[in-house]
């Protein structure tokens, strides 16, 4: 039997609903159970794949292709359980799919209304594609009050009475703030975000309340006593050093016990979560320090980079060294100021991004890691680019660009037009393509060519990693670039697609097409960030 939690949030937004999820979905699998974790957006995007990255941080990318909120990295990260496209809907696609079966005439002339057509999709994606898990956990993003968010309020109240009150959870996360003047935590901001909630017919279980100190025993029962929620069950979310500090946290706190005798099932379990403590333990108390530099383009918002964030992290971890991030605006680079700017950084890389804009600054940084054998990493356009950077400065062809930005006579990276899936389908797209879901999305193979740098990282010939992109490296230039020392190390089964390139007299100088921070964990840090850090470490003490 399928036991369903869900998990809102009040006060203000990025309280840590996801982490929240995360953290309880692994205390879960440690206690013996299965489990999946949703997240339901009510923005009216159909994916987050065409909004930028300062208004919603980074898009995740599963397996099978979806273009998905940040969350379920987080998901993955804590859990190993690979995301689904049916783990992430938003209002958009609600909407999307309702309007084209009205079209089609399928309700049959019924007038189509909120509730109970859209209510009805919203708790059908709730409980499809479920695999005999024993627990699923849906975030409701967005905040209590949001206008947006009161489909989906309605439809867990409504899921709520279908399945039976003994199946389905409600945990809330709040804010209880300190206000320094006063010297006080104040309850009161809790207790008008569960008033609103109570008003669209939910009464929370339990409640998760953030602060950045300790409430006391007597706050929590005042709180209890407001909000109608025992007062065990109003649970304490204390800032934490490290976000792989929060499961730990959380099961001092009793949060999965709580969560098991709701539910009448074993609470007294012993569950050892040792791999915690470690995997803190070297984030908290590393040996050493190495400092990355990162050139993008959305430096100010640091979820726009949230799975390098964290890939970078556990490459540290694995190597029992803090690394230490410096961002570099692209826009602010150039030829003349890269070696002051550059010159303290172990180990540099150019992450995901599209559009010109900045495009230069990259490449100048790109040209000073190559050839100051500083450790260089280049993911999806960090990879495109060092390949423009050295065709124009090893192969002397000096108009080298890219068809994204201009029409230029030499494209060493262009618009994918056809490509072949992982299923042996064939996509097309052109430029006239609509922006959302048209790239090259999902888990693909790629085959490395023996001998190489990356086919010795990853000790094997075959590997499946994720991709986002819509242009992809000419290989035209392959043979001209090989007999310089750049070598194209991984391409699709095909033979047609670059995947990878390395520089041969270089350290560590790899791009590549994908994006292997999105299927790093930190109990399972991807190779190529276990090598980047360790290459890093070797700069450092030379």
């Known amino acids: 039997m399928t036991r369903f939690i869900f998990v809102t949030g009040g006060v203000v937004s990025s309280l840590g609903k996801g982490l929240a999820s995360a953290s309880l979905a692994s205390l879960l699998q440690h206690h013996g159970y299965k489990v999946r974790i949703r997240k339901l957006d009510p923005y009216l995007n159909v994916d987050p794949g065409t909004m930028s990255p300062y208004q919603h941080g980074e898009v995740y990318v599963t397996d099978d292709g979806a273009e998905t909120d940040l969350d379920l990295g987080h998901y993955e990260r804590f859990t190993g359980v690979i995301s689904k496209k049916s783990d992430n809907i938003t209002s958009g696609r609600v909407y999307q799919k309702i309007i084209t079966r009205e079209r089609k005439g399928e309700y049959l002339g019924a007038t189509v209304q909120v509730i109970p057509h859209v209510t009805n999709e919203i708790k059908e994606f709730i409980s499809n594609d479920l695999e005999q898990e024993d627990f699923v956990i849906c975030e409701i993003g967005g905040t209590i009050g949001d206008i947006e968010s009161l489909p989906f309020i309605e439809a867990i109240r409504q899921f709520h009475n279908d399945n039976g009150h003994e199946n389905s959870l409600f945990i809330h996360v709040t804010l209880v703030p300190y206000i320094a003047s006063s010297g006080e935590l104040k309850t009161k901001p809790t207790q008008h975000s569960v008033k609103e909630l109570r008003s669209l017919g939910i009464q929370p279980n339990i409640l998760l309340c953030r602060s950045d100190r300790i409430i006391p025993e007597g706050e929590r029962k005042k709180i209890g006593l407001f909000c109608n929620v025992q007062h065990n069950c109003v649970i304490q979310a204390i800032n934490a050093n490290s976000i792989y500090e929060v499961p730990i946290n959380f099961y001092n706190e009793g949060l999965d016990k709580r969560v098991l005798e709701y539910f009448n099932l074993d609470a007294n379990k012993a569950i050892d979560l040792k791999m915690w403590s470690q995997v803190s333990k070297h984030v908290l108390e590393p040996e050493g320090k190495v400092i990355i530099g990162i050139v993008g383009k959305y430096t100010g918002l640091a979820d726009a980079y949230k799975s390098l964030n964290e890939a970078l992290s556990h490459g540290g971890i694995f190597n029992n060294v803090k690394v230490e991030l410096k961002w570099f605006e692209s826009e602010e680079l150039n030829s003349s100021n890269t070696t002051s700017l550059l010159a303290n950084c172990h180990g540099i890389l150019v992450p995901g991004g599209f559009g010109e804009r900045g495009s230069e600054g990259k490449i100048a940084a790109i040209k000073y890691a190559r050839e100051n054998k500083i450790p260089y990493f280049g993911i999806c356009f960090g990879m495109q680019l060092a390949v423009i950077e050295m065709a124009r400065n090893i192969l002397?062809?000096?108009?080298?660009?890219?068809?994204?930005?201009?029409?230029?006579?030499?494209?060493?990276?262009?618009?994918?037009?056809?490509?072949?899936?992982?299923?042996?389908?064939?996509?097309?797209?052109?430029?006239?393509?609509?922006?959302?879901?048209?790239?090259?999305?999902?888990?693909?193979?790629?085959?490395?060519?023996?001998?190489?740098?990356?086919?010795?990282?990853?000790?094997?010939?075959?590997?499946?990693?994720?991709?986002?992109?819509?242009?992809?490296?000419?290989?035209?230039?392959?043979?001209?670039?090989?007999?310089?020392?750049?070598?194209?190390?991984?391409?699709?089964?095909?033979?047609?697609?670059?995947?990878?390139?390395?520089?041969?007299?270089?350290p560590w100088f790899i791009g590549v097409q994908y994006h292997p921070e999105l299927k790093s964990k930190p109990f399972e840090p991807h190779p190529l960030f276990k090598s980047f850090i360790d290459a890093a470490k070797k700069h450092k003490d030379e």
């Open 396 to 506: 002397g062809i000096q108009d080298a660009n890219s068809s994204e930005f201009s029409n230029c006579n030499n494209s060493i990276v262009g618009l994918m037009t056809e490509w072949t899936t992982s299923d042996n389908t064939t996509e097309k797209r052109s430029k006239t393509d609509d922006l959302g879901g048209t790239m090259r999305l999902g888990s693909y193979e790629a085959k490395l060519r023996k001998g190489s740098k990356i086919f010795y990282i990853y000790k094997d010939e075959i590997i499946n990693e994720r991709h986002r992109h819509r242009y992809e490296v000419n290989n035209k230039f392959a043979d001209e670039f090989e007999s310089k020392g750049v070598i194209f190390s991984g391409y699709s089964p095909d033979g047609l697609l670059p995947e990878t390139v390395e520089l041969k007299d270089h």
